[in-house]
């Protein structure tokens, strides 16, 4: 929980004129880390309209999006208000599990691990969503359900 609050606050604040977001990467192992690595090259440039910039310090589980609207963070820890055997929603085949106490939090449930997507009330939390779907699930060929991790 304190990862999450501290990546939350991190990608409020500007790392200077460059344009670089702070945001906390995560430190994913094995099968993990090289898919993270695949979805960082497969991730779109533009989403909902906010343009990729870089975060600092640089990562490859990590991506932002506008000023810190949205930021990705690929193999992050199982997020501890989720029950195992919760049902959660699909988005284009995706699994998501939306923090009921962090409304601006989503995570996809994927069985070699799990990508936390924060999304500020600027955006449309749906086509963020679906315009993370398909990357997700080229990256993350073997998508879980929230009871397969």
């Given at each position: ?68 609207e949205i930021a990705l963070r690929c193999g992050v820890p199982r997020p ?22 962090r409304p601006a939090l989503f995570t996809a449930i994927i069985r070699d ?37």
């Amino acid at each position: 929980m304190v990862r999450v609050l501290a990546a939350l606050a991190a990608m409020a604040l500007l790392a200077g004129c460059g344009g670089a977001v702070r945001v906390d990467p995560p430190s994913p192992q094995g099968a993990t880390a090289t898919a993270c690595t695949t979805l960082n090259d497969r991730l779109p440039r533009t989403l909902d309209g906010a343009e990729r910039v870089p975060s600092e310090p640089s990562s490859p589980y990590v991506a932002v999006w506008g000023e810190g609207e949205i930021a990705l963070r690929c193999g992050v820890p199982r997020p501890a208000a989720l029950d195992p055997l919760q049902q959660v929603p699909e988005i284009n085949g995706v699994p998501w599990f939306a923090d009921p106490a962090r409304p601006a939090l989503f995570t996809a449930i994927i069985r070699d691990g799990y990508v936390e997507v924060t999304i500020s009330p600027r955006h449309q939390t749906a086509d963020v969503l679906i315009d993370l779907a398909a990357p997700i699930k080229a990256a993350f060929p073997t998508i879980g359900t929230a009871g397969t991790t």
